[in-house]
Every structure is written in C-alpha cells, then in structure tokens.
C-alpha cells in the first residue's frame, strides 16, 4: 500500500484575520470537505496595524470553531513555507474574491513553490455572497457604528462593538 495514501491531508490558511469574516468561515468549511486539518495561521508580522492583537484574533477563531476539532487557530512568524513544513502541511489554501485578488496570490503562489517545491497552494472562489467583504471594510463600517451583523460571526461582531464602544449591552 502507498505510505501517502493514508496520510493526514493538511493545509493551512495563513492571513491576518482582523478581523475573521464571514467569508474566512465559509472558505473554511468548504476546505474541510477537501482536507482532513486546517490550521488557520494567523500572521504575527504583518504590515498592516491590526484592530485585534494576534491573541484575541486566536481566540475568536478559537470560539467560532470550536465545535470543529478539525480546525485549528495558530500564529506564526517568518516564512510561511517553513511553518507549513514544520506543521506537516502539503498546501496553503487561499481564497479569491475577485480578478484584483488573483495577480498577488499568483505572485506569492509562484515564490513560495520556488521556495518549496514540494508545497502547492490551492485556491477556493470565494462564496458570492462574502464577495463584497473584506476585514478591512468591516472595521471602517463597524468604527462609524455601521451594522455589520451578518457579515462575521456573533464573538467576532461582540468584539467589534467592545472595540469601537457601539455595545448593545
């Protein structure tokens, strides 16, 4: 028997997530139907200033999935080919919104395959529906007290009113 036919198939799903959206959700659970782990890296370095610290984005990851032992929340530093070998993983799984998406994610796809050439990178559509959203319009609507239930889970959108002071509570 092939000793790759009964390995665990990981993939990760490296990004920011500040914060998760509705659409991070959905290519999730759709990436579940084709792998048998997905580890949700969140990146520790990034460019942009974050809303949430990498702590509280682990722990909303933590709280929406938590019925789902096969997902799993985890920062991570440097490259991420290294954390995907060190994770056992064969492929990152990305999702595109639109075609402004595909020219970065076939850039990044191109360097991390000429870093390993052992990883793939495999790419979901993203739901029509989450097409629009972006962790980046959530926190501009959401700062100017814009309603954006529905477009992230319920401990993500708890958080966005205790962050911006628009608590229903």
């Known amino acids: 028997m092939d000793k790759n036919f009964c390995k665990k198939r990981i993939a990760v799903y490296p990004g920011t997530f500040d914060p998760l959206t509705n659409g991070h959700v959905s290519l999730i659970r759709r990436g579940l139907e084709v792998f048998d782990q997905i580890i949700v890296a ?3 370095d990034t460019p942009k200033t974050p809303l949430f610290s990498l702590e509280e984005r682990l722990e909303m990851i933590d709280e929406v999935f938590a019925p789902e032992p ?3 929340g985890e920062g991570f530093q440097g490259l991420l080919v290294d954390y995907v070998r060190e994770r ?15 020219e970065y994610e076939f850039q990044m796809a191109l360097m ?22 972006s962790s980046t319009i959530i926190k501009e609507a959401a700062k100017l007290h814009g ?9 993500v959108l708890r958080r966005l009113h205790q962050k911006y002071g628009t608590s229903k509570d």
């Open 42 to 44: 969140v990146a520790w």
């Open 70 to 72: 096969r997902v799993i």
């Open 88 to 102: 056992g993983g064969s492929v990152i799984l990305r999702g595109l919104r639109a075609t402004s998406d595909f």
């Open 112 to 133: 991390n395959r000429r870093l390993n050439r052992g990883l793939q990178t495999m790419f979901l559509m993203t739901d029509y529906k989450w097409l629009y959203i």
């Open 147 to 155: 309603d954006v239930q529905g477009l992230v889970p319920e401990p």
